[in-house]
């Protein structure tokens, strides 16, 4: 039986994490095989899940009257797939795409703990970019899409499928948020790395604009001529 000890980090008033017993690999250990095809993806069934039960979701919110006049049956089933591709997330296709995972549990005292993980060093080299950028696109435009049709279910009246939207809001988000703590890590909070990284192109551009503002006048310089 092995052990789970590559802990990323612990969101908790305890250091201490107790080890879990499992039978899978160790997080990190999995033998990832590099795709003998450049360009070709490493876990195509994966990949596949990871945007089937998102985009199902979705399509079937958008055009449920087509396939269904109920609205409880069309609820349910939207709320299915909503569930299904949280959990097929949160401990799949994070895991196997990105070689990240987040978890949490609840120690004897009664007290919760989460814990955000990450392969390091060589294991994370073995990480397939195409399906990387595929899981963080679906990733991030999946809450984009749904916060949009929250808002457009508000200002319509759509109370009946309000409620619907803010379930899928908050299991997308949850991931989503749960995922950028795994990458940034736990020293860090959400906001202060997009802080960070809105401060940095806006200094960066500031930059630009005043090198190309020299350049053009050492280059053309003005003339005083009568």
Sequence with gaps: MSM?????????????????????????????ET?????????????FFHLAFRCSALFGYLFYRVFSSSFITSFVLIVLLLSM?????????????????????????GKSHWVFESRKGQKQSR???????IFWTALILTPVAWALLFITALFSFNIQWLLLVMIALILNSSNLYGYIKCKIGTNQSVSSVTKNFFRTQVLQNAVSIVSRQ??????????NTV
């Design 4 to 32: 789970f000890t590559s802990v990323y980090g612990i969101m908790s008033s305890s250091a201490t994490v107790p080890l879990l017993e499992d039978d899978a690999l160790e997080f990190g250990d999995e033998d990832v």
């Design 214 to 223: 020299a350049t053009s006048s050492f280059e053309n310089p003005p003339t």
């Design 85 to 109: 591709d949280f959990w097929t997330v949160k401990n799949i296709t994070g895991r196997l795409m990105v070689g990240l995972r987040w978890w949490n549990y609840v120690d004897d005292e």
């Design 127 to 133: 990480i397939n970019e195409r399906e990387s950028a």
């Design 35 to 47: 795709s003998a095809k450049k360009g070709a993806l490493t876990h195509p069934y994966v990949t």
